[in-house]
C-alpha cells in the first residue's frame, strides 16, 4: 500500500459570467419524474459553505486524467471543463515534478431548454473521456444529460500578419487601393490555448446520461442513459446505433435501469454495463446488432439473512470498471466495492467494505436522500489497488495483495503540501481513541464521489465539492 502526501489542493474558481440566478438554479434542474416520480436525488451535493463561497456551479462533478497523465480534467455543475497540466522536472525545482497548474478553461455546455417536454436540461458535465493523442492537439469527449461533445484542444503561438485583403485589424480593404502584392508571414506570439468544439452528439438520447466509453478501435464510443445505450462514430453525428434498449412496452412494467456502461480496454466487440438491481451483463457485438440478449450475466446471490427495506437501494451499481489487464471487472455498491472475474459469473472473487459502519444508519441516509449518493471507484495502474470515496471527506483504499486497506482524508486541514496523509478510524461504539472519529460525528454533507488515478505512476486526484486535491506516492 502506497504512503501519499498532499502535493496541492485547488479550489475551482467560481465563473460568475452567466449571472448568479443561472448559477443558483444550476442543481434544482434535474428532473427524473419519469422514471424515479417523488424522488429528490438531484440534490447529491454539499450543502453551500459560506466559509468557502461554495456555489452549486462550481461543484466538481467528475475528474479525469488523459492516457499519459500529463493533463487531468474536471468538470463541474455549471457546464465548464478545466484541464490541468502537469509541471515539468526542473533542476533548480525538483520538488514541483508532479504539481498540476491551469492549462486550459473552457465552457462545455450551456443550460438548455426542452419545449416539446417542458423540460429544462442542466448544463452539468457527467462525464469526462480522453481520446489518445496522436498530434500535438488533444481531445476529449464530454457529455451533459443530452449531448456529448467531442473537444480539440490545441496550442497556438504565431499569428499571420501581412494579408492583402485585409488591414491589420481584420476589416477589408478597398481592392482599388491594393497596388503593392504581399506575402503573408507568421509572427510569434504569446502562447494561447484554444478549446473548439470538433463534433456535436445530440438528440439521441430521451434519459440522462450517465456513462460514455470510448471503444478501443478509437473509431467508436458508446453512451449509456436509463434505458438504452447508444454507438456513435467519431465521424458521424447525425446518427447512432442503439445496441442495448431495456425499455418495456408498459413503463409501469421498469423493474431496473443501467446505471453505468464501459468497453472493453482491448476487445472493440466487448462492453459491461451494470443495473439498478446489482447485476453485471457482459456482451459482444459480434452476436448480435442489438446486444439484448448478454453473453454473461454477473450477480451474486442475495443473503436472505440480510434483507431489509433498503436492500434494493444499497445494491444498486454506481460504477463499473475493467480492470487495465480487461480480466476483471469492479463495481462499486453504496457499501461495497466487488471485483469480479470474467471467467466466473456467479459470485466476485473479492469484496471490500467501504463503509459497513453506515449500515445501522441508512434509515437517516435514506430521509437525507444520501442513500442514493453514486460513488466512482477507480484502479491503480497496475489493477493491484483500488480507490474510491465515502463521507466525511474520506476515500478509501484496498491494496488486493496484502488485503491491507485505508481511510484517508482529503481537506484543507491536513492537505498541506508535502504532508504525510494520515490514516483515518472510524469508531463505531464503545470508548473512543483520541484519533478516532465517532460515526455518529460524520459530515454527511462532505462527500467524495469523484476520483481518478494516474495511469502509470502513484498520483491521485480527489474531487471534494468544489475543492480539487491532489496526492502522490511518497518516495516520488
Known sequence: MPVFLALQSRRVIPFWGRGAAAASSAASRRCDEELYPGSSRAQQCAQPCPSCWEVPADIISTVEFNHTGELLATGDKGGRVVIFQREQESKNQPHRRGEYNVYSTFQSHEPEFDYLKSLEIEEKINKIRWLPQQNAAYFLLST???????????????????????????????????????????????????????????????????????????????????????????????QSFNIVDIKPANMEELTEVITAAEFHPHHCNTFVYSSSKGTIRLCDMRAAALCDRHAKFFEEPEDPSNRSFFSEIISSISDVKFSHSGRYIMTRDYLTVKVWDLNMENRPIETYQVHDYLRSK???????????????????????????????????????????????????????????????????????????????????????????????????????????????????
Not at 486497506?405 to 478510524?425: C, F, G, H
Request: glycine share 2%; with cysteine.
Open 144 to 238: 451533459n444529460d443530452k449531448t456529448v461533445k467531442l473537444w480539440k484542444v490545441s496550442e497556438r503561438d504565431k499569428r499571420p500578419e501581412g494579408y492583402n485583403l485585409k488591414d491589420e485589424d481584420g476589416r477589408l480593404r478597398d481592392p482599388s487601393m491594393i497596388t503593392v502584392l504581399r506575402v503573408p508571414v507568421l509572427r510569434p506570439m504569446d502562447l494561447m490555448v484554444e478549446a473548439t468544439p470538433r463534433r456535436v452528439f445530440a438528440n439521441a438520447h430521451t434519459y440522462h446520461i450517465n456513462s460514455i466509453s470510448v471503444n478501443s478501435d478509437y473509431e467508436t464510443y458508446m453512451s449509456a442513459d436509463d434505458l438504452r445505450i447508444n454507438l456513435w462514430n467519431f465521424e458521424i453525428t447525425n
Open 362 to 476: 441508512l434509515c437517516s441516509l435514506y430521509e437525507n436522500d444520501c442513500i442514493f449518493d453514486k460513488f466512482e471507484c477507480v484502479w491503480n495502474g497496475s489493477d493491484s489497488v483500488i480507490m474510491t470515496g465515502s463521507y466525511n471527506n474520506f476515500f478509501r483504499m484496498f491494496d488486493r495483495n496484502t488485503k491491507r486497506d485505508v481511510t484517508l482524508e482529503a481537506s484543507r486541514e491536513n492537505s498541506k503540501p508535502r504532508a504525510i496523509l494520515k490514516p483515518r478510524k472510524v469508531c463505531v461504539g464503545g470508548k473512543r481513541r483520541k484519533d478516532e472519529i465517532s460515526v455518529d460525528s460524520l459530515d454527511f454533507s462532505k462527500k467524495i464521489l469523484h476520483t481518478a488515478w494516474h495511469p502509470s505512476e502513484n498520483i491521485i486526484a480527489v474531487a471534494a465539492t468544489n475543492n480539487l486535491y491532489i496526492f502522490q506516492d511518497k518516495v516520488n
